[in-house]
């Protein structure tokens, strides 16, 4: 039981991802640099870090950016996506343990969401052959960093309710393990 509800609680927090990735769409971006956006479904990467644990945020993050290709995306899209939904979760969960004491889930978000501009610029600049792209990285660094910290700071309220729901709590302390590996 414990297993299927983990499974629920992951396609429920990829469901709002999508919601909010769909929601992000529509709203006008008034810079003009391209792939400059709030980055909202990562306010739901964060909070799968933070409760499910690295494992199952990879599984968020993959199904996330699948489905938003299917729902009117491209394939450059999805691998500008994909590269920098998994650089950023990479960053955020090496920040969020060797750092525990030190940084705070906002930092770990701000840090997630440079790294995610990165992962971008990384795959802009393979596919155009041409490194002259990562010139948009201090720019995408500034605005990365200021909506970072809203991302951290919405998930963080977010986690706060959610850590008072015990079906919550109990899914946290599923190990791992125990939802990727079958017992024979």
């Known amino acids: 039981m414990n297993k299927t509800t983990k499974m629920i609680f992951i396609s429920l927090i990829v469901a ?21 956006k709030l980055g909202l479904a990562n306010i739901f990467t964060i909070i799968s870090l933070y409760i499910l644990g690295f494992r199952s945020t990879v599984v968020v993050v993959v199904m996330r950016v699948a489905l938003a290709t299917m729902f009117g995306g491209t394939l450059s899209s999805f691998l500008f996506s994909l590269s920098g939904g998994l650089l950023s979760l990479l960053s955020m969960a090496m920040i969020k343990n060797l750092l525990k004491d030190k940084v705070s889930i ?41 909506t970072g910290i809203f991302i951290g700071i919405t998930a963080n309220y977010i986690i706060g309710h959610m850590s008072r729901i015990k079906a919550v709590n109990k899914i946290s302390r599923l190990k791992e393990e125990e939802i990727f590996i079958r017992k024979q």
Request: hydrophobic residues 55%.
């Open 106 to 146: 906002i930092g770990v978000s701000g840090a997630g969401a440079v790294s995610h501009n990165i992962g971008q610029l990384l795959v802009a600049s393979y596919i155009v052959r041409n490194w002259t792209v990562m010139m948009y990285l201090p720019v995408l660094t500034f605005i990365g960093i200021g």
């Open 16 to 36: 709002q991802a999508l919601v909010l990735h769909v929601i992000e769409g529509m709203i006008p971006v008034p810079i003009g640099i391209p792939g400059a």
